[in-house]
């Protein structure tokens, strides 16, 4: 049998506020880039599934640049460092980035694919450009094996650093394909748990 769009529940704030869960989200780090452990004498980054964060040092403690899922953060970054050294990545100045400002020293995504010659004829200095930022991240990740919540969890930091009225805000890449809570989906109040500050965390 069919269902009726009257059958489609869903979440009511005021009805249904005593469904609301609450949880911790744990942040470990921080963790080195794989295979710039021995550069800046951090901990190796382990698997799992979870979400990431790629900071940079900042203040009394550090900033996010990026948020990201996956189903295992060896696999992930391994891709991940494969699309730094095609280009296809915005590179950005760490010392600029590490006082909260975004200065581009090479612009990835589209404009890297429909300007290959550029990189080509820069490669060297990009690629130098590029393990200077490698070494200078701080990996933290948050174990989670629930896809929906890894989607939601990300969602909800990137909401909240497009949002926020802080210069680092800019640090972060827009456009990113996030998907946040759906009506049917019950809200999770979640705290973010972390030895460390960590700037651009809701």
Known sequence: ???RLSDFWCFNRFKHSKLITYENIKWEGPFAWPRFETKNN???LPDGAGIYLFTYDYKDGFIVRSCGITNSFKRRFSQHTREY????????????AQRGERKELWHGWGYAKQHRKEFFEHEEQIMQFINIELEAFRLFIALEDDRRK???I??????????AKQSWSDLVD???ALRGRANSEI???ATNVS????????
């Open 85 to 96: 050294r095609k280009g296809n990545y915005t590179v950005l100045d760490v010392n600029y």
């Open 195 to 202: 030895e460390y500050k960590i700037f651009g965390l809701p």
């Open 174 to 176: 827009g456009q990113m």
């Open 187 to 189: 809200p999770v109040k």
């Open 150 to 152: 890894r989607e939601r």
């Open 1 to 3: 049998m069919k269902k």
């Open 42 to 44: 951090l901990k190796c």
């Open 154 to 163: 990300e969602f909800a930091i990137m909401h909240h650093i497009y949002g």
